[in-house]
């Protein structure tokens, strides 16, 4: 970056602080701290739901799965398409619940201090990894543009990131901890627009450079570029959703990540203040969730289309076939000019810190209202609860900070807080909808959840001979899938970065022979020899537009226990290279493509890493055949539990633990069955009223007279909804539409 981009940044700094300094001057209770009064309307509601919903992480991941996968890759983002619908539903439960944190909610609904404790616990975590991954994200893109990847300090070369994301975190202290949820608000209507300008700003400037590297710019206008990108590009990277076998996202891995993260959302700890709980009325809840969230919708598809244009420019560059991640950063660097780079950075941070903002005053309100006030000090002053919010909020930062540079993988990340929610998730809806959910069955289905899903996969891993037991160490099968194609000038580009690397292993491999050899290790001069004459007979060859490309692609290997690899060993525990997998099924799928299905020999021991998979034991042993499956597949599986097995703990111990008083679940279901009236008083005045009449809701129940809690739904409710829904066909159709352009 030039002194033009740090001079864009250090405005934006300035901006957002003095934001923090002029709101803080309106805080005089935790209610205009945590919630901001409660007097948000639309337009504030939007860019609140937003901005909390969209992370630096979230341009990051799509650009990094669409480089890897094609179209389908933006799935990695997109899948919220499917939920946002039912926030239609959603944002009023959190406007009728007129708690300040969803902790405060189970507190109410199972009557326990305790469990609201427990929930703040989750909170923290839950915030920590999330805001790990957006400040993973910002690293990621910030080192390309800085044009540093590292810091010497002594011998040792340390990544720029892990400089860059600590000053960052600094930043959205500054502004946060000074001005509670009034001024993440703020910063989010100014945040918001600068994500839509990020989503938008690199196409022209990618367009423009397809015409003028692949096209003629004497005559080619920048809507050429669409045109080019079809030709630089293979069909196979415009289909909506991949193959089965082949993408990371087919439709049943985007389903199964759809229910979990629907089962999930709901308690992710934020919503209580983006997902309504801070707006004026129920109307202002509604329209600023569903649009805010709808908004980010269109921007995956800017993001998309950005991802695209990046793999038709950069298909064959060094830095990306190490890390798809820095896709972003890359085009970022390579097609900005000075000023607008650092534009660009203001944006990625703008959606960093319109979601850590929001985290940093909710998990603080989270430890105030749920532990410090309700354990520490039950006297605490007004005062007091914001001193204590501050403090607490600068933790989940630093946590944040420190668990991005102990991790620094953002799909890995993002792949945690898909699970991480289903804690309290069974217990939030079961307790939503069946009065019967009883307190003791809560913590049991948490305590299954923690020990099942967390706990027991990073213990058993210690266990002695888990890693290298034959009966857990299984793979599914390496699919080798050879298609004879026209080559695509991407293509080209590809394959001149596999010669550079193929070069790279011949001669890294001929200089280990040659010291083996003057070693005298007769064994590995063997090994050695047979890898150096692999490496010659089967170097890639150069390729020209339009030849026969043979595309050999192979998945699976990925082991069905473990998150990690398994890797082949000796009896010494001794790493092996070269192993020779053993053919088990060939196939000629099509006139042009054939197949292999291979595993590793049988007297083969394979050593494990990562964490236990625990939860897909229960498929092996009602006798699933895992070794069959794809990645995908594996991964899906994994997901079915996790959304399942919760609900049925939940239910199963509440039918034989002790009920919870009649008295609170009659004032909890009349109060969130009473419509908020902006009025304070005048809505204080009508929950007294339903309160005294809980029967009056038995009218409005779908079975009346049970133990469950549905509702008829209202006119406005469905066609709400049904509206929403013709928004997620629509926005589909766009992203085809857009990615059709030029074919």
Same mark, same amino acid.
């Given at each position: 970056?030039?002194?033009p981009d740090?001079?864009?940044l250090l405005g934006y700094?300035v =901006?957002m602080?003095?934001?923090?300094i002029?709101?803080?001057k309106?805080?005089?209770?935790? $209610? /205009?701290y945590?919630?901001?009064?409660?007097?948000?309307g639309?337009?504030l509601?939007?860019f609140a739901?937003?901005?909390? %919903?969209?992370?630096s992480?979230d341009?990051?991941?799509?650009g990094?799965?669409?480089?890897t996968?094609?179209?389908?890759g933006?799935?990695?983002?997109?899948?919220?398409l499917?939920v946002?619908?039912?926030?239609w539903?959603?944002s =009023?439960?959190? #406007?009728?619940?007129?708690?300040?944190?969803?902790?405060?909610?189970?507190?109410?609904r199972?009557?326990s201090k305790?469990?609201?404790a427990?929930?703040?616990a989750?909170?923290?975590?839950?915030?920590?990894?999330?805001?790990?991954?957006?400040f993973s994200a910002?690293g990621?893109?910030?080192?390309p543009?800085?044009?540093?990847?590292?810091?010497?300090?002594?011998?040792?070369?340390i990544?720029?990131?892990?400089?860059l994301?600590?000053?960052i975190g600094?930043?959205?202290l500054?502004?946060?901890?000074? %001005?509670g949820l #009034?001024?993440?608000?703020y910063?989010d209507?100014?945040q918001?627009?600068c994500?839509?300008?990020l989503s938008?700003?690199l196409i022209?400037?990618?367009?423009?450079?397809?015409?003028?590297?692949y096209?003629?710019?004497s005559?080619?206008?920048m809507?050429?570029?669409?045109?080019?990108l079809h030709?630089?590009?293979?069909?196979?990277?415009?289909?909506?959703? %991949?193959?089965?076998?082949?993408? $990371?996202?087919?439709?049943?891995r =985007?389903?199964?990540?759809?229910?979990?993260?629907?089962? %999930?959302?709901v308690? *992710?700890?934020?919503?209580?203040?983006?997902?309504?709980?801070?707006?004026?009325?129920?109307?202002d809840?509604?329209?600023g969730l569903v649009?805010?969230?709808?908004?980010?919708?269109?921007?995956?598809?800017g993001w998309?289309?950005?991802a695209l244009?990046?793999?038709?420019?950069?298909a064959?560059h060094p830095?990306?076939?190490? /890390?798809?991640?820095?896709?972003w950063?890359i085009a970022?660097?390579?097609?900005?000019?000075?000023?607008?780079?650092?534009?660009m @950075?203001a944006?990625?941070?703008a959606?960093?810190?319109?979601s850590v903002?929001?985290?940093?005053?909710?998990?603080?309100g989270?430890?105030v209202?749920n532990?410090y006030?309700a354990?520490?000090?039950?006297?605490?002053t007004e005062?007091?609860?914001?001193?204590a919010g501050?403090?607490?909020?600068s933790?989940?930062?630093?946590?944040?900070?420190l668990?991005?540079?102990?991790?620094?993988?953002?799909?890995e990340?993002?792949q945690l807080t898909w699970?991480?929610a289903?804690?309290?998730a069974?217990?939030?809806?079961?307790g939503?909808?069946?009065r019967?959910?009883?307190t003791s069955?809560?913590?049991?289905t948490v305590a299954?959840c923690?020990?099942v899903?967390?706990?027991a996969?990073?213990?058993?891993p210690?266990v002695?001979?888990?890693?290298?037991?034959?009966h857990?160490?299984?793979?599914?099968?390496?699919?080798?899938t050879?298609?004879?194609?026209a080559?695509?000038?991407s293509?080209?580009?590809?394959?001149?970065?596999?010669?550079?690397?193929?070069r790279?292993?011949?001669?890294q491999a001929?200089?280990q022979?040659?010291t083996?050899?003057?070693?005298?290790?007769?064994?590995?001069i063997?090994?050695l020899e047979? *890898?150096?004459t692999?490496?010659?007979?089967?170097?890639?060859?150069?390729?020209?537009v339009?030849d026969?490309?043979?595309e050999?692609?192979?998945?699976g290997g990925?082991?069905?226990?473990?998150?990690?690899?398994?890797?082949?060993?000796?009896?010494k525990?001794?790493?092996?290279?070269g192993?020779?997998?053993?053919?088990v099924?060939?196939q *000629?799928l099509?006139?042009?493509s054939?197949q292999?299905?291979?595993?590793?020999?049988e007297?083969?021991?394979?050593r494990?890493?990562?964490?236990?998979?625990? /939860?897909?034991?229960?498929?092996?042993l009602v006798? =699933?055949?895992?070794?069959?499956?794809?990645?995908?597949?594996?991964?899906?599986?994994?997901?079915?539990p996790?959304?399942?097995a919760?609900?049925?703990?939940?239910?199963?111990?509440?039918?034989?633990?002790?009920?919870?008083s009649?008295?609170?679940?009659? #004032?909890?279901y009349a109060?969130?069955?009473?419509?908020?009236?902006?009025?304070?008083?005048?809505?204080?005045?009508?929950?007294?009223?339903?309160?005294e009449?809980?029967?009056s809701i038995?009218?409005?129940?779908?079975f009346?007279g049970?133990?469950?809690?549905?509702?008829?739904?209202?006119?406005l409710?469905v066609v709400?909804?049904i509206?929403?829904?013709? @928004?997620?066909?629509?926005?589909i159709?766009?992203?085809?539409w857009?990615a059709?352009i030029?074919?």
């Open positions: 970056m030039t002194w740090y001079v864009v700094f =901006v602080i003095v934001i923090g002029i709101s803080s309106s805080i005089k209770g935790q $209610e /205009d945590f919630m901001g009064g409660r007097g948000f639309k337009i509601q939007t739901a937003f901005g909390a %919903g969209t992370g992480s341009p990051v991941n799509t990094r799965t669409t480089f996968s094609g179209l389908s933006m799935w990695s983002v997109m899948y919220w499917f946002t619908p039912f926030y539903i959603t =009023v439960w959190y #406007r009728r619940m007129r708690h300040l944190t969803l902790g405060d909610w189970f507190v109410e199972y009557e305790a469990l609201g427990a929930y703040c989750f909170g923290l975590l839950f915030f920590m990894v999330y805001g790990s991954m957006l910002i990621k893109v910030a080192a543009l800085a044009n540093i990847n590292a810091i010497a300090i002594g011998e040792t070369a990544p720029i990131e892990y400089f994301v600590p000053i600094v930043v959205v500054a502004y946060g901890i000074l %001005g #009034r001024a993440a608000y910063t209507l100014i918001g627009i994500i839509i300008l938008i700003m022209p400037f990618g367009l423009n450079a397809l015409v003028e590297q096209g003629d710019p005559s080619d206008s809507l050429a570029g669409f045109r080019i030709e630089q590009l293979p069909k196979e990277h415009f289909e909506l959703v %991949g193959s089965s076998s082949m993408s $990371e996202f087919p439709w049943y =985007v389903v199964a990540i759809v229910l979990i993260n629907l089962m %999930g959302i308690v *992710q700890p934020h919503f209580i203040a983006t997902g309504g709980g801070s707006a004026k009325s129920e109307w809840a509604r329209v649009v805010g969230n709808f908004l980010k919708r269109f921007c995956t598809v998309m289309l950005t244009i990046a793999l038709a420019l950069f064959g830095e990306l076939a190490g /890390d798809p991640d820095k896709t950063g970022s660097r390579e097609l900005l000019s000075p000023g607008l780079t650092g534009l @950075v944006c990625l941070l959606a960093l810190m319109s903002d929001a985290y940093m005053i909710v998990g603080s989270l430890v209202r532990v006030a354990y520490i000090n039950e006297n605490a005062n007091e609860c914001v001193r501050r403090i607490t909020g933790v989940i930062v630093a946590g944040a900070v668990i991005s540079l102990l991790m620094m993988d953002v799909f990340q993002l699970v991480l289903v804690l309290f069974a217990p939030f809806w079961i939503m909808y069946w019967r959910a009883t069955a809560a913590w049991i299954y923690a020990i899903f967390f706990i996969p990073n213990v058993l210690f002695p001979g888990v890693r290298t037991a034959a857990y160490t299984i793979t599914n099968d390496f699919v080798e050879t298609t004879t194609r080559a695509a000038p293509d080209i580009a590809r394959r001149n970065l596999d010669i550079e690397l193929w790279d292993q011949l001669e001929q200089q022979l040659a083996a050899k003057e070693d005298g290790d007769a064994s590995r063997a090994r047979q *890898q150096v692999l490496l010659e007979t089967t170097g890639p060859k150069l390729l020209s339009g026969q490309l043979t050999v692609t192979r998945t990925q082991p069905i226990f473990w998150s990690g690899d398994v890797s082949p060993i000796d009896e525990g001794n790493p092996i290279e192993i020779q997998l053993i053919v099924k060939e *000629q099509d006139e042009n054939t292999k299905v291979m595993r590793y020999p007297d083969i021991t394979l494990a890493s990562g964490n236990f998979k625990l /939860d897909l034991l229960l498929f092996q006798g =699933v055949e895992l070794r069959s499956k794809s990645n995908a597949a594996i991964d899906t599986l994994g997901l079915l996790k959304m399942a919760p609900m049925l703990v939940m239910i199963l111990f509440s039918l034989f633990t002790r009920r919870n009649k008295e609170a679940l009659d #004032r909890y109060k969130m069955n009473t419509p908020v009236d902006p009025d304070p008083q005048r809505d204080h005045s009508n929950l007294q009223a339903a309160m009449d809980p029967e038995e009218r409005h129940k779908i009346p049970s133990e469950l809690e549905f509702y008829w739904p209202s006119k409710d709400g909804f509206i929403c829904v013709a @928004v997620c066909c629509g926005i159709a766009i992203a085809a857009v059709g030029g074919g």
